[in-house]
C-alpha cells in the first residue's frame, strides 16, 4: 500500500476489512510519509482460513489501492459475454479512480475511466476501457474478480501552471460542508482558479439549475459564457425553458427579474417561450433568425459553446434541443465532459448527480446549493478535489463574475 | 364569479389585476355564504378604456374562473397548426382546473385536463382535448385568447362514500407546511382515506423515490402493495435498482438494512442487482425463474399492479423495465395516473413534479419528504385537496401501515 | 370590520368563526374598497344563542379588528391583580396590533403595545398600558373579557419621506418565503430603505448572531456601525465573543478569517478573547486601554451606538457586558426596541424571536437567514412590514454595503 | 502517542501540526493494533530549531493525547489569579476530554472535566479541579502553558454490563449524519440502551425543546419519565410552558392535539396557562392542588425526577420554576449533569449545545432533530458516544415507547 494511507484512512480501513472478513495481518513494514504532501507506504502480510477468503480479501484491497506484490501476480480474469447488455456474474465493477488491469504481463491502463462502469479487453488485448452493462456485446471479455487489478487513490489535482497550489489551499477549500463559512474566500480561490483554467486553454464546464434565473445569476453566468470561461454546458429543459423566458419576456417562472413581482399570467411564460423556439426549429435558429438576443444560450450559441439538455419526467415542451432519450443524453454529456478541468455545478442535484457519476477522479468540482444536503451528497467523493459551497448562487454569481472582472481588468493593464 | 371567493382570496385578485391593468370595476352585487363549505357569489362590472385591455382583464378573469356573462359570451377563437408541434402564437395555455369551451354556441367540457397543455377542438367540434405542444398536427385547430372559455376553481375533492369530511379535516390537513405538527393525526386521517378508497374500489397511485428504500420504508411499501393498497406505481430506475437491491442482496446503497451497517463492496450492490435482472430479461421474468422472491416490485408483478421506471441522466443500468424515452415515459405515467383519486408522493421530488403536471384539480395529493421546501413546492397547487407532511419517510410508512393493519382487523372483526 | 378584509382573509375568518361558535351572521352591508391601497368595509349582524356565546365570539372578532356597533359597546371590564405577578384568570393577552381600551366611555390608546402581555388602567382612567404577568402589581387594575377593547389590523408600515412606497414593492418585498428568489433586487431595495431611514434620522435597530462573524460579515457590519446604519444592537455572549475574538485574534471559531483555514489552538481563542476582554473590565475599557481597536462592538463603542449582550445557557465566560440575568435583559432589550423604524434580524433565532415578542406592529422587520424555516418563524406576523429573506447572511452583508457604499457616494457627489 | 492513532486521524495531525510549526520529526517506532478495538502506539521522536516552538509543538500534542517521556517532563506551571474572574494570559483551555496534571511529580487527574473550563490546583497540591473563568478567585492556582498536561482521547463509552458492545453496533451508530438512514434500527438500539441504563440503575438525562410537544411526543416523554427512563430532565421556559398549556388546555402554541386544528384563541393558550401556574405558585404546588394532573413535568413532580427550566429572552411568564439567572441556571444544569450515563437531546439546539458544553467526553449523547445541521451540529464531537438522528422527533418517541414497551413486556414476563 502506498499513498496517503494515514490521511485518508486507507491503511485503517484494509487492516479493518482483513479482520472483517476472517482473515489475519502482519504489518511488515510501514513507512511514514514526512510531510502531508508525501506519500506513507506500508507492506502488509494477509494469511486467510482459506483461498476463497483470501481472494476476497486480496480483492477488496486492490480497489482500495493495494498493490498486490507482483511476483505472486496473476493477470486479470476475463470473461465474454454471453448475453448482449449482460455482464458476467462476478464483473468488476469500476470506480472513478485510474485504474490498471493486467492482461498477459502487462499493466494496461483503464481508458474512460468512470464510476459504475466495467472493464473490457480488446482481442489484441492490448486496449482495456470502460464501457457500461448496456453496452456490452456478445463476445466482450470483460474483466472479473480482483486478480491482475490495481488503482491507485493519490490525490489527482493537476495542479496550475506546474506550481502545486500551497498546501493550506488543500485545507481550505477542503473543509467540511456548512453555511457558516466564509464564502468571500471561497469565491475568491474559485474564481484565480476559474482564470489559470482559462489563461492555459483548459476546459471548465458548467450544470446549471434553472434556480440560476429564479436567484438572477442567469445574466452573470451569460457573461462567464461570454468571457470564454465556460467550455461546455449540460443542463436539463428547465434551465434552458427559464433561461429562454427570461431573454424573450424578462420573466422567470412569471416572476419578473427587474421588479421582482410575479406577472399576471407570467405562469404561461415559459411555455410560451418554448413554443416560439420550436416555432423557429431550435435555439440556434432563433438567434439566427435575431428572435433571440441574450441570455446563457444566446451566448452559447454565439460563442460556438457547444450545450446539452437532458429530458425528465417533468419536462413542459420540450425544446427542440431537449435530448428525450436518455441513453442519448448520456453519450452527449460523457462526449462533452471528456478532458473537463473543472466542472461547476450549480443548484442542479438531478444533472450534478450524473455528471459526478461519469467524471473521473482528479477532475476539480465545486458544487454550489443553498441546502447542505445536497452539497453533501455531490461534494462527497472522498477526494480532495471536490469542493462544496452552501450559499445563495445568485450573490455567487454574483461575486463570481466582479472577482473575475477585476483579474480581467488587471491582465489587460 | 363564484365559488370560495374569500378563502382562496380569488375575488381579491381578480379585481387587483383589473386595476393593474388599468381598468376598473364595479361590484354590483356580493353574496356571501353562509358556511365555509357553501360558496359566495358576485358579479363585477368591468370597464377598460380600450377593448384590447378588456379583452386581456375578461382573458385573466376566465383564467381565475369567472364565468363571462353569456348574453356577450362569443364562441372560442381556434387557430390551425400550421407546423407540427408548435401552437399558434396567442394559444391559451391549460391549468390543473376543469375547463369548458365554447364552440358553436354549446360548452364543451375539456377531456384529460392537465396543466401547461393546450386545447384542441375535433373537426366535428364536438371534443374538446387537452393535449401538449409536441403533439400537435398540422391542422389541429387549437383553442387561442380568452373568449368562449370559462374554468372552475371550486374545492375539487371527491367525498369519501358520499359524505363529505367534516369540517375541521379539511382545516386540519389544509394547515401550512411545518416540520412543527403531530404527524401521528396525519397519519391516522391519511390512513382512514386510503382505507375508504381501497374499501369502494377506488385508484391509489404511489411515487415513491430511492429514500424509501434508505429509510427501511420498502417493506412497508410492500405490504401496501400486497393489501391492495396500491393500483399503480410511478418512480425512476433508482428505487427499482435499490428495491431489487435489497430483495437480492439484503442493502440499500450497500447499507444492510438490518445491521444498518456498510458491506464492503456494497457500492457495487445495486449494479449486481441491475446485471441479475438484465440477465432475467426483465423483472417479471425474474419473479417468474424464482429470482426475485420479495420487495416492492415483485409484489407489483405478483399482484399484478402496473408500473413505470422512467429514466434518468443519472441513471445506472438501466434495469429493463426503465423507460428511457421520456416522451414514451410521461406517456405512460399519464397513462397510469388516469382516474386516480389519491396520489401519495413519497420523497422523491422529480417524478412528484411530473406527476403533479399531469394531475387535475379534484385528486387528493399527499407529499411527504422530511424537507420542508420540498414538501412546500409539491403541495402548493392553491387546492384544497393537496396535504404536506413533513417527516421521516421510513417511520410514516411504519407507522401508516400498522394502523392499516388495525382498520383491516377491525373490517374482519 | 373595515379594512383589508378579503386581501388578508379577515372577513372569511370572522365569519368562519362565529359559524365554528355557533353562531349565525347575516351580511347587512359589504363595500369592497376599489384598490388594493384603500380599504373596504363590512357590517355584519351576528345573532347566537345565548348571550355567552355571543360574548365569545364578539370577543375574537374583537381581536380581529372589528369594531363593534358603539351604541351596544359597553366600558372594557376592569379586575383587580389579587397577587402579584398574577392576573385575573379572563386576561386580556395583548397583540402586535394597536389597541384601544374603552373607559369611562371614552377609548384609551394602549401604550407600549406588544405581544403576550396584558393591559393595565391607572388609577385615574387616564392611561392603558401594555405590561408583562411578572410585572403586575397586587392592586394593579387589569383588562379582562373582550368588551371595550378594539384593535386595528391595518398595515402599519411608516411611509418614507410622506411617500408611500410603490405598489410593486409591496407586492415584492411580501412575496413568500424561498431561497428561488433575486435576492440582488431585496438589498437592492433594503438599502434603500435603510439610507432612508437613517437620512431622515431614524432608528434602526440589528439583532445579528454569530454566523455572521463566521461568514465574513463581521467586518461589514462593522461598517454599517461605522457608517451611522446601526443606532442600537441586540445580540447574546456570542456575537460578541466571535467579534471579539475576530478583532483580538483574527479568527472565529479558531477559523482564520483571511486564510478560511482552521488554526491549531484556536478552538481556545473565544476563550482568550473573553479572558482578555474581562481583564480590561469591559468592552469599554479595552476599547479606552488601546487593546480592541476593531470589529463590530469596538465601532459601537467608538460611535456611542447601545448594545445589550443577553446571557444563555450556553455562553462561555461570559463578557463583563452579557446580562446574566434575563429579566433585565429583556428590560433592556424592550428599551433599545422603542422608537425603531426598521429591525435587522441577521442569522440569530433566539434573540430575533425575543425581538419580535417585544415589537409593535408597523416597525420594518428585515429577517435573514439561510434556513428556510427560520425565515418562514420570523417573518410570519401576518403583518405587512415583514420580509424574510433566505439567503447566505455573509454575501448579502457583502452586498447591501456595497449599495449603501454607492448610494453615500451619490449624495456627496 | 498511543491510541487509535490511525482511526481517529490523531497521528497525522499530531506529524501535520509538527511541520506546519517548523518542526520535523522522526517516527522512532510504531505498532498497529491488530484490530479496530486495539490501541497503535508510536514513539515519535520531534526536533525544533528553538525551545519555543518545541514548546508549542509539545503543547499541541499534549493536547492531541500525547504522553511525553517522563523523564523529560516537568511539573505543570501553576499562575495566580489576580483579579477575580481572570485567568493568566496563557491558561489551559479544558476540553471534553479526561487530562491530568503532573504537580510535585504525581499525575492529579482533573476533577469535573468540562470543555472550555480552567485548571486549578488547590494550595495542598492534591486536588486538580474543572472551573470556570467567572468563578476564579484571586489567589487560585491556574495551569498555564501546556507542561506536565496529558489528556487521553480514548473511546469512553461505558460498556453495558461489563459487555463491550458488539463491534458492528459501533460503526453503525457511529455512521454520518443523514435523513436518509433507517430510523428503526437506531430506535431499536437506542431503546435497548436506555433499558439497560435503567436495568442497571444508571442516569439518563432528556434535553426536550417545545418541539417535542407540538409534534405530539409529549405523551410518548410523559411516559417515559413515568417508566423511570430519565432521572433529569433540562429545558427551558417554552418545553414547560407548552407542557402545561397542553395538560391544562389540551393545545400546543393553539393547536388542538386532538384534532390537529387551530383553536381560536389559542395563541394566548400558553399564556394562560403559566399565569394559572403563577397563580399556584410553583409547578408542584399545582400539582398538589389537583390542578395540574398530566403531562411531562406532571409526572417528573409525581416520580421525583429534578428538573431545570432555563430562561432565555423570548420566554413569556415566565413560569415560577424557571431559572431567569443564567449563571444559576447553568450551575444547576451542571449540577444534574454530574453522573450521568446518557444524554437524550430532543430538538433543543440552544439546550443541547449548552449540556455538551458541560458534558466530558465518555457519556453518551443522543442527539435527534429534523434539521441536519442541527443533529452535525450537536453530535460533532469527534467521539465514539455521540449519535445523530435525523429525524421526526415525535414519531421517533412514539416509537421509541413501543419499543421500550414491548422490553418491559418480555422483563416481567
Chains 1, 2, 3, 4 share one sequence.
Not at 485518508?8 to 511488515?28: D, I, K, Y
Request: net charge neutral.
Amino acid at each position: 500500500l502506498e499513498g496517503h494511507l494515514l490521511d485518508s484512512g486507507l491503511l485503517e480501513r484494509a487492516l479493518e476489512l482483513t479482520v472483517q472478513s476472517g482473515g489475519s495481518f502482519q504489518v511488515l513494514h510501514f513507512k511514514l510519509g514526512k510531510q502531508r504532501q508525501s506519500t506513507s507506504s506500508a507492506a502488509i502480510k494477509v494469511s486467510a482460513p482459506s483461498g476463497e477468503v483470501l481472494d476476497k480479501i486480496v480483492g477488496q484491497m486492490i480497489e482500495l489501492g493495494a498493490v498486490v506484490d507482483p511476483r505472486e501476480e496473476n493477470d486479470a480474469e476475463l470473461k465474454p459475454v454471453t448475453q448482449p447488455g449482460v455482464a458476467p456474474d462476478d464483473f468488476l465493477a469500476t470506480t472513478i479512480y485510474p485504474t490498471e488491469i493486467r492482461v498477459a504481463g502487462d499493466w494496461l491502463p483503464v481508458r474512460d475511466q468512470r464510476m459504475d462502469g466495467v472493464v473490457i479487453v480488446d482481442e489484441k488485448r492490448e486496449v482495456a476501457r470502460c464501457t457500461l452493462l448496456r453496452e456490452l456485446q456478445t463476445g466482450d471479455r470483460v474483466v472479473t474478480g480482483s486478480q491482475g487489478v490495481r488503482s491507485v487513490r493519490k490525490p489527482q489535482l493537476r495542479t496550475v501552471r506546474g506550481r502545486s497550489p500551497a498546501e493550506h489551499e488543500f485545507a481550505f477549500m477542503g473543509a467540511g460542508v456548512s453555511s457558516e463559512r466564509r464564502v468571500e474566500l471561497l469565491v475568491n480561490q474559485i474564481s484565480w482558479e476559474l482564470h489559470q483554467v482559462r489563461g492555459r486553454g483548459g476546459k471548465i464546464v458548467v450544470v446549471p439549475g434553472p434556480v440560476v434565473i429564479h436567484t438572477g445569476g442567469g445574466e452573470h453566468l451569460a457573461w462567464l459564457v461570454r468571457e470564454g470561461y465556460v467550455q461546455a454546458l449540460l443542463g436539463g429543459n428547465a434551465i434552458g425553458a427559464h433561461d429562454l423566458e427570461q431573454a424573450l419576456m424578462g420573466t422567470s417562472l412569471g416572476v419578473d427579474l427587474k421588479l421582482g413581482t410575479s406577472v399576471e399570467g407570467g405562469h404561461r411564460h415559459h411555455l410560451k417561450a418554448i413554443n416560439t423556439i420550436r416555432g423557429c426549429g431550435s435555439i440556434a435558429k432563433a438567434v439566427e433568425q435575431g428572435i433571440l438576443t441574450s441570455g446563457i444560450l444566446f451566448e452559447c450559441v454565439r460563442k460556438g459553446v457547444p450545450f446539452v439538455l437532458a429530458g425528465s419526467i417533468r419536462d413542459d415542451g420540450p425544446l427542440p434541443e431537449t435530448q428525450m432519450d436518455l441513453i442519448k443524453a448520456q453519450q452527449e454529456y460523457a462526449w462533452l465532459l471528456k478532458g473537463a478541468d473543472l466542472i461547476l455545478m450549480l443548484s442542479s442535484m438531478l444533472h450534478s448527480i450524473g455528471v459526478g457519476n461519469m467524471t473521473p477522479a482528479g477532475v476539480r468540482l465545486i458544487c454550489v446549493d443553498i441546502n447542505p444536503a445536497v452539497v453533501t451528497k455531490l461534494s462527497d467523493r472522498g477526494s480532495i478535489e471536490s469542493v462544496g459551497v452552501v450559499t445563495d448562487v445568485g450573490l455567487f454569481l454574483n461575486l463570481l463574475t466582479q472577482r473575475l472582472g477585476k483579474l480581467d481588468q488587471k491582465d489587460s493593464a
